[in-house]
């Protein structure tokens, strides 16, 4: 077992064992993964002022950082271990190699330091102060905020080691063992690599958290109640599942109609239409014109990187003929790129602009407070945006695990041009632009921006070809 292992572990034993054990042919490449490693050694290398080298020599140089070491050892009397400590930081001390010794030290996205980083270290030192003959009382956590790096330390104690220990132990027997269980936190799942392989065996065993709405808890309440499965979950009749729930002084009740819909709706594969109530002006309000908007964030640098808009005169148009205009923001030069944004918003002052999740609209309003705009021109220029996630929801429930951008317009027949393609991926170009400068990145990334508006686009059309069947 390695650090990688434990790292998996704290996170979801499954993921453990099928790193360790599982068919890489049926492992997915992560952009998060990646994203990951290059953020850490970009903050590493700035961090050590570029003196960071791998490997064995770069210890016995006495370098102020040493990557890329692995480090075999027994923790127990018959357990092999392996650490791959993230950053070696060179300091004060006494070891093999002269009067320095190393710390470990991990990368930590975000503000919060979990567990997976305490482990990390304790693991790494537990290797490492036999390898470098010293002991070792602290390690390092090593983050940006506002791009400035920041180290928090953390110290070594007994108790994290002994838990650490035991962790380790776990891991060894689940490891050794036969394959876990898919985690009850299905949230968990999203950037994890093992996914797709996960996904389709929850499928085929009816899990309850495939159902777009149902958590860890809900299931549990649910299976507590003799529901397990999402076949027995759409047997029920709305009322019975009311019934059977009622004592519970629970709003997660009045959902039960819902989920009784859902499991329905993605057992069967048919949709089901809730009401038109949402849509009814829908048609008369961009019948004389729409754009469709859509954003490329780097959300760690609160950076909008891309913002695309597509111009349809008219509905039905053949997608050949519709424009779309992408505003690149490469220097995250908030006033000029406003500035265009405004520009083309106000081009067709009365036109509607479509949009799929909040995200869009809320960027809009920043941009108005940030040009100080007045309430309000704040007001109705936020007015014009129509979210089709919140509208699509309101009126169907339909044959599907959630309700993102991909997986209803994949369910609707639309392709995006580049194969495997996600927000993360896009992100991980935007990331491989900055380091390369080298512009396939950035034509990779406006291609799946303007897909994202030919999506969205797909999703309005159902909406208005629906609501006028059921006219
Ligand atoms: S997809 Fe979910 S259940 Fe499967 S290994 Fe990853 S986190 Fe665990």
């Not at 950053?87 to 009067?99: A, I, N, P």
């Not at 996205?109 to 979990?114: A, D, E, F, R, S």
């Not at 996914?195 to 958290?209: H, P």
């Not at 940030?370 to 704040?378: A, D, G, Q, V």
Request: proline residues 2%.
């Amino acid at each position: 077992m390695n650090s990688l292992h434990l790292k998996s572990f704290t996170r979801c034993k499954r993921k453990a064992w099928l790193d360790f054990k599982g068919k890489k042919s049926f492992e997915v490449w992560s952009p998060h993964k990646a994203i990951d490693k290059i953020n850490q050694f970009q903050i590493f290398s700035e961090f050590c002022n570029g003196e960071i080298y791998s490997g064995l020599k770069a210890c016995e140089n006495g370098y102020q950082g040493v990557i890329g070491l692995k480090i075999k050892g027994n923790l127990f009397q018959n357990i092999n271990a392996e650490i791959l400590p993230q950053l070696l930081l060179k300091t004060t001390g006494k070891s093999k190699w002269g009067q320095y010794k190393y710390l470990p030290a991990v990368y930590k996205l975000g503000h919060k330091t979990t567990k997976e980083h305490l482990f990390d270290l304790a693991f790494s030192s537990m290797l490492l102060e036999p390898f470098q003959e010293t002991k070792i009382d602290k390690g390092l956590v090593i983050s940006t905020f506002y791009k400035k790096v920041k180290v928090e330390e953390i110290y070594l104690n007994k108790k994290l080691r002994k838990k650490v220990l035991n962790v380790l132990l776990n891991l060894n027997e689940c490891l050794e063992g036969s394959i876990p269980e898919i985690t009850q936190d299905r949230k968990k799942c999203t950037i994890c690599s093992w996914q797709k392989f996960c996904d389709k065996e929850a499928k085929e065993n009816g899990y309850l958290t495939d159902i777009d709405g149902i958590g860890y808890k809900t299931a549990s309440l649910l299976k507590e109640n003799g529901i397990t499965n999402t076949q027995t979950l759409a047997s029920y009749s709305e009322k019975q599942l009311e019934e059977k729930l009622s004592k519970f002084k629970d709003q997660r009740y009045e959902k039960a109609s819902i989920f009784v819909k859902q499991a329905q709706a993605y057992i069967s594969g048919k949709p089901y239409f809730i009401s038109n109530k949402n849509t009814e002006d829908l048609l008369e309000k961009i019948c004389s014109g729409f754009y469709i908007f859509d954003i490329e964030s780097n959300p760690d640098d609160k950076h909008d990187f891309l913002y695309g808009f597509l111009k349809i005169n008219k509905l039905f148009t053949k997608k050949e003929d519709l424009i779309y205009k992408p505003f690149l923001n490469l220097k995250n030069n908030k006033g000029e790129s406003y500035r265009k944004i405004v520009e083309i918003l106000f081009s067709q002052k009365e036109w509607p602009v479509l949009h799929y999740g909040e995200t869009e609209k809320i960027a809009i309003i920043n941009i108005a407070k940030n040009l100080n705009f007045s309430i309000e021109e704040i007001d109705s220029l936020a007015s014009r945006f129509i979210d089709l996630h919140t509208l699509i929801r309101k009126s169907w429930i339909l044959p599907l695990k959630n309700y993102s951008l991909k997986t209803v317009s994949n369910w609707l027949g639309f392709e995006w041009t580049q194969k495997n393609v996600s927000g993360s991926k896009a992100l991980y170009w935007w990331i491989q632009y900055q380091i390369t400068e080298n512009e396939i990145f950035l034509k990779k990334i406006i291609l799946y921006n303007k897909d994202d508006c030919m999506a969205t686009l797909q999703i309005a059309e159902y909406l208005i070809k629906n609501q006028l069947k059921k006219n």
